[in-house]
């Protein structure tokens, strides 16, 4: 099944041009022109989103979750054109689109679950005392409600997971907010036949049209609109640290300041303690170089620094993580643009003396070679520069003295999506001075693993202390995302009759 987009923007059911168009720039087959977003269609999707929201909003649960669950089939019945159409923009494997369309399926489908089971709306029953002296106290009775219409821009690098039905989209959805996304000009035909598959089941579901809109491309005046259009009550976002800075200064700024839900990447570190280093210092080498370089490192949750003591077995370490790099091969990049930055992040670190090449390989073009540094702790903590995310396969390789070193370099990280302890039964102790630092600086702490790969799960935590993310108490991924969508209500004193059906 073969695909062609038509390169217009989805603005409450319609699929509408506008008189400026950009060219796609695809890793191979044949680029397409799209149009060029526009403040008008801006407008007018926020205008249609606040509209739906007065029927979508007040939808039941199970009319919702059937939404969800149609988005999810209208995907799998596009699956081969969508695997067509994303490998040719992004450069991807076919593999990896594969799973990734699952993954994108698959939280739209436990979302769905989730919002059927009603435990997420926090409801809470405060009985009336009617004979409470002095003064008598009255029912309370508390439950979650959508916030209004979703601003959402996709992803550069997971054109189906982060971007157009990806999880902030489905998370608002199934929290009754109403989406308009912002395509990424990296794969806008990706997002273009994702759109077709949400336009289907709006139809099918008989849902409000305004519920879900896509505007393709556009300069950088569409994005700020958006995010201070005032019907948009929420801002979801996947991104560069820049960008997104902007971005919730935007919503910050605004006559009524919004919530900006920005994830802007991280270095992830991972600490090896010394019991594991002795037993196993090759194996997690290679480990790492395995997790540096998936994806050509094109990950938020990229592991790009490892702190280990100096000795033989950082040694060990180094050697099977090299040896693990120089198989890799080159890669090719999502962009020409974030190629480019890639090799601007590896020429920061070849221009300071503080730091050691251990791997280093030239790259050109659209493709990417991995190169891996090392450095010390002390010289670590004086170049702020050297724990910026070089997005791409670089690896930083930070020797310390001693455990408390160690400890001592932990606090200086600033927030993280993750971090890491590699460690055996005999490095408990010493894991335990580590872990309260750790937990505080990330949102997720991993024991013996690599955190590319981020389970779509309940428990889960994608965000962190900034400037892994903006807002320390949300993740961008599992069921505890819906939240950031929803707001606590009190109805103090009502009949029955006139509580909102969940309430009932």
């Known amino acids: 099944m073969t695909f062609t987009p038509h390169g217009k923007h989805l603005i409450a059911g319609e699929w509408v041009g506008s008189d400026q168009q950009f060219m796609s720039e695809p890793a191979h087959g044949p680029a397409h022109p799209f149009s060029v977003g526009t403040v008008d269609l801006v407008n007018r999707a926020c205008e249609a989103a606040e509209d739906a929201f007065w029927s979508y909003g007040y ?9 969800l669950d149609t988005i999810a089939d209208e995907i799998e019945a596009r699956a081969e054109a969508i695997t067509q159409i994303g490998t040719q923009e992004t450069g991807l494997p076919e593999g990896r689109l594969q799973g990734e369309r699952g993954r994108t399926t698959g939280q739209l489908r436990l979302f769905a679950d989730h919002i059927r089971k009603g435990e997420y709306l926090d409801r809470r029953v405060d009985a009336a005392l009617p004979d409470r002296k002095p003064a008598a106290r009255p029912e309370i009775r508390l439950v979650e409600r959508p916030i209004g219409p979703v601003a959402v821009f996709g992803a ?8 157009t039905a990806g999880g902030d989209t489905a998370a608002a959805l199934a929290a009754g907010c109403p989406v308009v996304v912002k395509g990424h000009s990296a794969h806008p035909g990706t997002g273009e036949i994702i759109a077709e598959a949400v336009a289907a089941a709006i139809v099918k579901c008989g849902v409000h049209p305004g519920v879900f809109s896509l505007i393709q491309g556009g300069r950088r005046d569409v994005g700020t609109a958006l995010v201070q259009h005032p019907r948009i009550k929420a801002v979801g976002f996947t991104g560069s640290l820049g960008g997104g800075r902007a971005l919730f200064d935007l919503c910050a700024q605004r006559p009524e300041p919004i919530p900006f839900f920005g994830e802007l990447g991280s270095v992830n570190p991972m600490f090896l303690m010394p019991q594991a280093m002795a037993a196993r210092a090759e194996e997690i080498g290679a480990g790492w170089a395995g997790s540096l370089t998936m994806g050509a490192g094109q990950f938020c949750t990229n592991p790009g620094i490892s702190v280990v003591i100096d000795g033989p077995e950082a040694d ?23 190629a480019k930055a890639y090799r601007d992040g590896k020429e920061r670190f070849e221009s300071r003396n503080s730091v050691t090449p251990v791997h280093t390989t030239e790259s050109s073009g659209r493709e990417a070679n991995p190169n891996l540094y090392e450095t010390t702790a002390e010289a670590y903590l004086q170049d702020h520069a050297l724990g910026e995310e070089v997005f791409g396969p670089l690896g930083l390789i930070v020797r310390v003295s001693s455990v408390d070193e160690m400890v001592k370099l ?50 889960m935590v994608h ?40 309430l009932r």
Do not use: C, W
């Open 410 to 459: 932990a606090k200086g990280f600033e927030g993280q999506l993750t971090t890491t302890i590699h460690m055996d039964a005999g490095d408990l102790a010493d894991a335990q001075k580590l872990r309260p630092v750790l937990e505080r600086k990330a949102g997720r702490v991993l024991v013996n693993g690599f955190p590319t790969g981020v389970e779509v799960v309940d428990a």
């Open 59 to 67: 939808s039941t649960r199970e009319e919702r979750a059937r939404f």
């Open 316 to 338: 060990r370490f180094t050697s099977a993580a090299k040896a693990g790099l120089e198989k890799v091969g080159p890669q090719v990049m999502l962009t020409e643009g974030i």
């Open 156 to 163: 550069s690098n997971f054109p189906l997971a982060f971007s």
């Open 463 to 502: 965000g962190g202390p900034y400037p892994a993310s903006t807002n320390f108490g949300a993740t961008s991924v599992g069921t505890l995302s819906i939240r950031r969508f929803l707001r606590p209500v009190s109805y103090q004193g009502f009949p029955e009759e006139l509580l909102p059906e969940d």
